[in-house]
């Protein structure tokens, strides 16, 4: 018996999870181990069954952390796959050693009885567990059910001979065992394009080819050559008919896989409901998660009746809620700013943030509001750090790994906006928020604005052709989807003005980046969320701070990201030969909340601080900063005429293109490569540039006021 502990994957490290389960291990069963999880508390239970041995329980990763938050959640990977055992002998793949697998993990977890969900093959399973175990399910989803209940479509059912030689496997041929036998990757990757036939499904297909190399050919060779007691037609109208529970079925009216009529005969024979949705493909909880999130949490935990009390319309205050972006912390001061020049306009407006940490930082000492649910939401920020090298962030490929967070923290919202009347909706580069409204645009039901200092992923030149293709496919949909869905930004401000556009296109045949911005956005200027004429006495400044008059002050920071620890790490060592040559300096290295300071090196002369409040105050009154390659921080060094050295993150597009675009446009600061910058060319740059004269172009003071004047006309 092989474990799983004994393959190679060939996959990557897993990304972060939205949700780690609350327990975890296994339960053995006639010599072989069974690796479940378990995620939150309460009733009722519901557990996600696995499917076909091609994919383990992370195809749920979608599901777990909402449904997690109503109910308690169990999961397990399926025999042959995951952290589950991988039997070598075909009998041991049988729909019955399934069923038993999955009565066996309830009784491990103590689960008296739970709502089934089951996708696909798992369908069978669930049918057994339903007939024949009724005391221990509750009700049963099935979603894409992969039951014989009719004819498959004519070109896959006389393509597949799964037992023969065959000179040629093209398209639906390649189900055969003598072609996984040689080209196993091959076939996951035709297989998972059957299963997700919506455009740019890029992600949930890498995801299942990854999880598909966590098992063997030859593993998903025998659960073919299983006993199956769901096996016909007739079977599962014997089955269906000792179902006494509700039921529901799920499925898309584009499945590859399986007709959708088979899912309609199966909710007339079990006298369940029946949900299509139009245009969805096999695995629809992957591609279209918020709507299948939904109808399995209506379904299983419904709602419990309104009670309290509900304002009439002309009787409510006017509320709007902020979702700023938690990735750094540039986005909170400009964001702080909007919302309180929008306060000046209206008033009696209440403003609610939803908001994650390092961000609440900034808004406590604001004394804004954070909304409680904001407990609730995934943390964006820690991902990143984990997604990051040395001084490199591959920014595209990390947001396409923060799927489960973004969908999470969306889910989060929608709870909140079905609960709660706003009037208004703020995203501040609130990715998930954008892109998932533009996805479920029924979802809508407040005006919306849409805030972003760039637009437009651009692939890095190492990236080769499947960056450029990958890009170029994200940018498609989204342009596709504004396109098509209009209504749903209200109001789409561009922070800067539109020569700060990137001059790019989105990709081959697709638009010019500025032309398509001009038509989509407002342009109210840069937005420092400070007013620089206030720091116009330097010297004042520089005595509240603590600064005095017989010193050169460098301040390095890194913002409220933990990726530039090794940034800090480089130039505190380079301080000793940068205070040979400038004998006055004094260096301040602020960590920021995600840095430990106790991490970095320490020299005589080098102050190191967690945080800074109002550190834009600083930034006004230093001779020099060293940065990272955030617009932020950079901006605000500009609009305060500071010269500044700043090194943009490897891999991050953002900084490499956008921000430095925009920076070369005010001839503000000087870039360096940190993959070639030693502690002495460090130094060197110190010396040169502290203290300099500086002609930058001048940054706008009154963006906030324009931005909240062009959002205030929504409310």
């Keep these: 018996?092989?474990?799983?502990?004994?393959?190679?994957?060939?996959?990557?490290?897993?990304?972060?999870?939205?949700?780690?389960?609350?327990?975890?291990?296994?339960?053995?069963?006639d010599g072989v181990r069974t690796f479940y999880e378990v995620y939150g508390t309460g009733e009722p239970s519901v557990l996600l069954l696995p499917t076909w041995s091609i994919v383990h329980s992370r195809l749920w990763k979608m599901q777990i952390p909402y449904l997690a938050r109503h109910c308690r959640v169990v999961t397990f990977d399926g025999r042959g796959n995951g952290r589950s055992d991988r039997p070598e002998v075909s009998?041991?793949?049988s729909d019955e050693e399934f069923a038993r697998d999955a009565l066996a993990v309830l009784d491990a977890t103590g689960t008296r009885s739970a709502a089934l969900v089951s996708?696909?093959?798992?369908?069978?399973?669930?049918?057994?567990l339903a007939a024949e175990h009724a005391e221990r399910v509750a009700s049963a989803i099935f979603i894409a059910p992969a039951l014989p209940l009719g004819p498959l479509d004519p070109a896959r059912a006389d393509a597949i001979r799964f037992d023969e030689q065959l000179e040629r496997h093209d398209g639906w041929a390649k189900f055969n065992?003598?072609?996984?036998?040689?080209?196993?990757?091959?076939?996951?990757?035709?297989?998972?394009?059957?299963?997700?036939?919506?455009?740019?499904?890029?992600?949930?297909?890498?995801d299942c080819i990854g999880w598909a190399l966590e098992t063997t050919p030859e593993s998903l060779v025998a659960t073919m050559e299983a006993a199956d007691r769901v096996r016909d037609a007739d079977a599962v109208r014997e089955f269906a008919a000792k179902v006494s529970c509700p039921t529901l079925v799920i499925h898309g009216t584009d499945d590859a896989v399986r007709p959708v009529g088979h899912a309609r005969e199966l909710a007339r024979l079990t006298g369940g409901r029946l949900f299509e949705l139009d245009g969805s493909g096999h695995v629809p909880e992957g591609r279209d998660p918020v709507k299948v999130n939904?109808?399995?949490?209506?379904?299983?935990?419904?709602?419990?009746?309104l009670t309290g009390r509900w304002p009439r319309g002309r009787a409510r205050r006017k509320r709007a809620l902020y979702v700023s972006s938690p990735i750094g912390l540039g986005h909170a001061r400009r964001d702080?700013?909007?919302?309180?020049?929008?306060?000046?306009?209206?008033?009696?407006?209440?403003?609610?943030?939803?908001a994650q940490h390092p961000v609440t930082a900034v808004l406590e000492a604001s004394g804004e509001r954070i909304h409680p649910a904001s407990a609730s939401l995934s943390n964006e920020s820690a991902h990143m750090v984990s997604e990051s090298g040395e001084h490199d962030l591959h920014c595209f490929q990390a947001w396409r790994r923060m799927d489960e967070i973004l969908l999470a923290n969306f889910m989060v919202f929608l709870d909140l906006v079905r609960e709660e009347q706003y009037d208004l909706w703020i995203g501040d580069e609130a990715w998930e928020l954008d892109y998932y409204l533009h996805e479920n645009p029924e979802q809508k039901t407040a005006a919306y604005v849409w805030l972003t200092d760039f637009v437009g992923w651009i692939p890095m030149p190492d990236g080769g052709e499947r960056e450029a293709f990958l890009t170029a496919d994200h940018n498609a949909e989204k342009l596709e989807l504004i396109e098509r869905f209009p209504r749903v930004r209200d109001r789409a401000l561009f922070v800067g003005n539109l020569e700060d556009?990137?001059?790019?296109?989105?990709?081959?045949?697709?638009?010019?980046?500025?032309?398509?911005?001009?038509k989509h956005f407002s342009f109210p200027g840069y937005i420092t969320g400070f007013d620089a004429t206030e720091f116009a006495d330097r010297e004042l400044l520089r005595t509240e701070l603590g600064y005095s008059e017989d010193e050169q002050v460098c301040i390095v920071t890194v913002g409220g990201s933990g990726v530039g620890g090794d940034l800090l790490r480089r130039v505190i060592e380079a301080f000793p030969e940068a205070k040979e040559r400038v004998p006055k300096l004094r260096m301040l290295v602020v960590a920021g909340p995600r840095i430990d300071p106790q991490s970095l090196p320490s020299h005589k002369g080098v102050e190191i601080r967690a945080y800074v409040h109002d550190l834009y105050r600083h930034l006004a009154a230093c001779d020099l900063a060293i940065i990272q390659g955030g617009l932020t921080t950079a901006m605000e060094l500009t609009a305060n005429r500071r010269p500044f050295l700043y090194f943009p993150l490897r891999h991050h597009f953002e900084q490499q293109f956008h921000v430095?675009?925009?920076?070369?446009?005010?001839?503000?600061?000087?870039?360096?490569?940190f993959a070639v910058a030693t502690e002495s060319d460090i130094a060197a740059a110190i010396a040169e540039e502290i203290g300099r004269d500086v002609d930058y172009r001048p940054v706008e003071t009154d963006g906030a006021a324009r931005a909240a004047a062009l959002i205030a006309e929504l409310l």
Aim: hydrophobic letters at 35%; charged letters at 25%.
């Design 1 to 29: 018996m092989t474990t799983t502990h004994e393959l190679v994957t060939g996959t990557s490290r897993e990304q972060t999870r939205a949700r780690y389960p609350d327990e975890e291990g296994f339960v053995e069963r």
């Design 91 to 93: 009998t041991a793949y």
């Design 119 to 128: 996708e696909s093959s798992g369908a069978k399973w669930a049918l057994l």
């Design 177 to 206: 065992r003598h072609y996984w036998l040689e080209h196993y990757r091959g076939f996951a990757e035709f297989f998972f394009a059957q299963c997700f036939t919506e455009p740019h499904s890029t992600k949930q297909i890498e």
């Design 294 to 305: 939904q109808l399995v949490r209506d379904f299983v935990a419904p709602r419990p009746p």
């Design 336 to 354: 702080v700013a909007i919302a309180n020049e929008l306060r000046k306009l209206q008033p009696e407006l209440e403003v609610d943030w939803l």
């Design 501 to 518: 556009v990137t001059p790019e296109y989105f990709g081959p045949g697709l638009p010019y980046i500025p032309d398509w911005t001009k």
């Design 660 to 673: 430095r675009h925009r920076l070369e446009r005010y001839g503000a600061g000087r870039c360096m490569d």
